[in-house]
């Protein structure tokens, strides 16, 4: 058997994927060193994002990690030891990424929805992982850590996008300059999560949101990702056209037709993602 061969199926290993009804599963299972992320899990990671956003069966994703962290970071120990990105980096950076690729990048084009079950410690190349999620639901013993300044480094994940985005400038400022850990609530009051479930419960509330939103048109709930995403970088009349432009393929479709027919006969709607 081939290095590249051990290597790719201890990725399949590491990174689980699983589809029940409309939800995909991926479950980063390497517990015993913290979920932390190698070179082939990234590479495994994009590759099942990839597989989720192409099948039009999944209507919403959810990312966990197993055991007592979801992600705490890089694999110092495979970076140390010469291997991982930092290997390469220290061997002779490329001068760009292949955005194709790299899971924050695959994950922000991503119109199927994303929920990250944080369930244990969100560090590093973690914490930034689950700020590309759409929606947060943390797991009343987890905690993010944005300790990237302590470790010598920068939000290198997306989080120097993500944290001003989503809090302003001045209390991003404050998280990244400091290096600050905060708990599942203090999460939540910072408006980093959703909200606090108890551990136990987690993934079972989880799945009740993901079948919330697979219950709503895919077709519907994808135009919307797609157009809170390009109305970031756009002005308002830019948007509204856009919004106008997304609106008139759903209007033929027949999903809007059993929405409308399902609102007026008082029935729950039964969408087929066409």
Not at 43 to 65: F, K, N, P, Q, S
Not at 252 to 274: C, I, V, Y
Request: with cysteine; proline share 4%.
């Amino acid at each position: 058997m081939s290095e590249a061969h051990d290597l790719s199926a201890a990725a399949e290993d590491e990174v689980l994927y699983e589809v029940d009804g409309h939800i995909a599963t991926i479950t980063l299972n390497a517990p015993d060193r913290m979920n932390t992320i190698s070179r082939d899990m990234l590479a495994r990671l994009t590759e099942l994002m990839v597989v989720a956003e192409e099948d039009t069966a999944v209507r919403c994703v959810i990312l966990t990690g197993r055991g007592r962290a979801f992600c705490a970071g890089l694999n110092l120990e495979e970076a140390r030891s010469g291997g991982g990105i930092s290997g390469s980096i220290n061997s002779g950076p490329r001068p760009t990424l292949d955005l194709r690729n790299t899971p924050p990048t695959v994950m922000h084009a991503m119109d199927t929805p994303t929920i990250c079950a944080v369930n244990g410690g969100a560090a590093g190349y973690g914490l930034d992982t689950a700020l590309g999620c759409d929606i947060r639901l943390m797991a009343d013993t987890a905690k993010m850590a944005v300790a990237f300044t302590k470790r010598g480094v920068v939000p290198e994940s997306g989080g120097t996008w993500f944290l001003p985005r989503m809090l302003g400038w001045e209390k991003a400022a404050e998280l990244i300059f400091t290096g600050r850990t905060l708990s599942a609530e203090e999460s939540v009051e910072w408006g980093l999560a959703s909200r606090v479930v108890p551990a136990a419960d987690l993934m079972t509330e989880a799945r009740a949101l993901a079948e919330e939103i697979a219950g709503n048109a895919p077709l519907a709930v994808q135009a919307s990702k797609r157009m809170m995403r390009m109305g970031m970088n756009e002005t308002f009349a830019d948007h509204v056209h856009h919004v106008y432009l997304q609106l008139l393929p759903l209007m033929g479709s027949d999903d809007m037709k059993e929405g409308m027919m399902a609102f007026l006969e008082k029935r729950k709607p039964d969408f087929k993602g066409r």
